[in-house]
């Protein structure tokens, strides 16, 4: 373990009535860092961030982020100690409006009371203001988020990901059905939030890691095969194997 | 759901409100009394509606138990009244616990001498029980059909109770509250009886922006929020369970202020406001008149109830079958209720039908999207 570490997994084993989704997996993370997550269906991926997150307790193993063991704690507590997650299919609130939803999302602390007394903070909509220039969702402010289009929904849940200021976002397939365009730009837009925030990305479209540029863990059957760059990894015999296919596949 | 709001001119909103006023202040001189107080009731159960709405309509929490608030509210209404009206009878209690042979009252009664107690019983208590029954519930991750199975399993717990225990709230009788006095009136006299329609009409209105400004912004969203995907609300740091039980309590309260007008205006609590029927109705006139419109579940209340006191008197024994036609009508061509309706599309699409209005050219939100169709 390096002090420098955001986030270090240790032996995590998740066991569903005895198939092991996760089986003795280790990462580490370490602050600003950019993180792709790859690996065949069924390998863990989604399963990884549900241990992060609080949604599945891990039968063995240690979650550490920024110090303290995440095991045991409910989601929300963990989402407040600065753990955002973007969800494979978008998220958002449909009924609510673009600004709605953004303003759930910045707004702290996230107690009844304080949403009940107090009005939301201009440091806050200035905030939600940036947000959606960033994701250029600024004309449907007022739209129902359920009217926008598949990208934009996407977008909008980056966008309150964003606004949340996790130190840790995970974000799954954030790609998943957006146009080749988009694509470029959802990679560009993560790259720019690496740096001063941690992101793991998990997906599958490999154009898409690789314009991510960034270190990448192959998961396999519950377990890390491999970590490393795109290069690395791509030459690496075992996930040649078991994900990426022998050329005469 | 659509839940746009259509907006009205402030001149066609002030003139509504002037109208509205005028005809409470009048309705007890242009109603005779039996028809004022009828109407009186039903205003009342048109609070509890507005609970119900504010947990099903908004959070999405189906509760078929509002029965039990709503009791607990009429019951310490008639208590307070009983115990106040009581000094002629042997022992110096209500006049029942005579006939069990009960010589001393219970405990729980004693706090009831006390008009300011009373006054906060009558919605604290309900909103306490609420909120414990609730918070249970919701800590345990107890939704939908199960939810709604648990309230009404509860709500038959405290039926079963307050219908068996004869020496301490007079069993299945019930309480009494039209002999009663208050302030040296008969509860049952007609003056009293316009004074409840007032007070009635005032906390409706009253209930009914408190209800607004509950739902308004972003709690409100919140709540909207859990509705429609609950574990997204979790994984961006709020907790479902306090604002669940927050709400669910504040339907409890608003169940009991309903429940004590309508004890005082029917002149009786009895375990009948906790059969099951009559949880499930309040869930009708809700889903009847429009989920989350709030206005909606108002009117739904009062319309339904006066309807079936109207069909009632009209032919007897077939309410039943039109308020259950009513219900399939709305669940299979309105699911937004009758206000949802209206505020939705609704309208506009009769009117196309039969040729009044013409077509909507482009759809509304096209031309936005052209602009930024590139995506720059």
């Not at chain 2, 909507?360 to 939100?365: A, D, H, K, L, Q």
């Given at each position: 373990m390096n002090k420098k570490d955001l986030l270090n997994l240790i032996d995590i084993t998740v066991s569903f009535e005895g198939f092991l989704a996760l089986n003795k997996l280790n990462l580490n993370l370490k602050k600003g860092e950019l993180r792709a997550v790859i690996g065949p269906n069924g390998a863990g991926k989604t399963t990884f961030l549900d241990v992060i997150t609080g949604k599945v307790k891990p039968t063995k193993g240690e979650v550490i982020f920024k110090g303290k063991s995440l095991v045991g704690r409910k989601e929300y507590k963990i989402a407040r100690l600065g753990v955002g997650r973007k969800f494979q299919s978008p998220r958002i609130f449909e009924n609510l409006t673009v600004k709605e939803n953004l303003e759930i999302s910045v707004t702290t602390p996230k107690s009844p009371l304080n949403l009940i007394k107090k009005s939301i903070k201009d440091e806050q909509l200035n905030e939600i203001e940036r947000l959606m220039k960033i994701v250029n969702l600024v004309q449907k402010v007022d739209s129902k988020a359920g009217s926008l289009s598949h990208g934009q929904k996407q977008w909008l849940e980056i966008a309150m990901l964003v606004g949340q200021k996790p130190d840790l976002m995970l974000v799954d397939?954030?790609?998943?059905?957006?146009?080749d365009e988009e694509t470029d730009l959802t990679a560009d837009l993560l790259k720019s939030l690496s740096g001063q925030n941690t992101v793991v990305v998990i997906d599958h479209d490999m154009e898409f890691i690789r314009r991510l540029d960034s270190n990448v863990s192959v998961l396999n059957q519950g377990t890390v095969l491999c970590e490393g760059t795109m290069e690395t990894i791509q030459k690496d015999k075992k996930v040649i194997d078991v994900y990426l296919g022998r050329p005469e596949d | 759901m659509s839940l746009s709001k259509i907006k009205f001119d402030k001149k066609i909103v002030l003139s509504f409100w002037i109208i509205l006023i005028a005809l409470i202040i009048a309705a007890p001189t242009i109603l005779p009394v039996f028809r004022l107080n009828l109407l009186g009731r039903y205003l009342s159960l048109s609070i509890v509606a507005l609970g119900v709405d504010l947990i099903w309509g908004y959070t999405g929490l189906l509760s078929l138990g509002q029965g039990i608030f709503f009791a607990l509210g009429g019951y310490c209404a008639a208590m307070y009244l009983q115990i106040t009206s009581s000094s002629e009878f042997p022992n110096n209690i209500p006049e029942f616990f005579a006939l069990y042979g009960v010589e001393k009252l219970p405990f729980f009664w004693e706090p009831f001498r006390s008009p300011v107690f009373t006054f906060f019983a009558i919605w604290i208590i309900p909103a306490l029980v609420a909120g414990l029954i609730g918070f249970l519930v919701f800590r345990n991750r107890i939704k939908g059909v199960y939810f709604s199975i648990l309230t009404q399993a509860s709500l038959l717990v405290f039926f079963n109770f307050f219908n068996g225990q004869q020496k301490l709230i007079n069993g299945t009788n019930g309480l009494k509250t039209d002999v009663t006095q208050l302030f040296g009136q008969m509860v049952g006299s007609e003056s009293m009886q316009r004074m409840f329609f007032w007070i009635t009409a005032i906390l409706v209105i009253a209930a009914w922006f408190f209800a607004k400004w509950v739902v308004k912004g972003r709690f409100g969203n919140i709540l909207i929020g859990i509705r429609d995907d609950e574990p997204r609300v979790r994984f961006t740091g709020y907790n479902p369970v306090i604002f669940k039980t927050i709400i669910f309590s504040i339907a409890g309260g608003l169940a009991g202020i309903s429940g004590a007008l309508y004890t005082v205006q029917s002149g009786i609590v009895s375990p009948q406001f906790m059969t099951v029927p009559f949880s499930i109705e309040m869930v009708i006139w809700v889903a009847v008149g429009g989920r989350g419109t709030l206005l909606g579940a108002i009117l739904g209340a009062v319309f339904i109830n006066y309807a079936k006191s109207l069909v009632s008197e009209a032919l007897p024994a077939s309410w039943m079958f039109i308020q259950g036609g009513l219900f399939i009508l709305v669940v299979t061509a309105l699911p937004e209720g009758v206000l949802g309706w209206i505020q939705g599309d609704g309208p506009r699409n009769i009117l196309q039908r039969f040729g009044l209005k013409r077509k909507?050219?482009?759809?509304?939100?096209l031309e936005v999207n052209n602009k930024e169709g590139g995506n720059e």
């Open positions: 397939e954030p790609v998943a059905g957006l146009t | 909507i050219e482009t759809y509304p939100s």
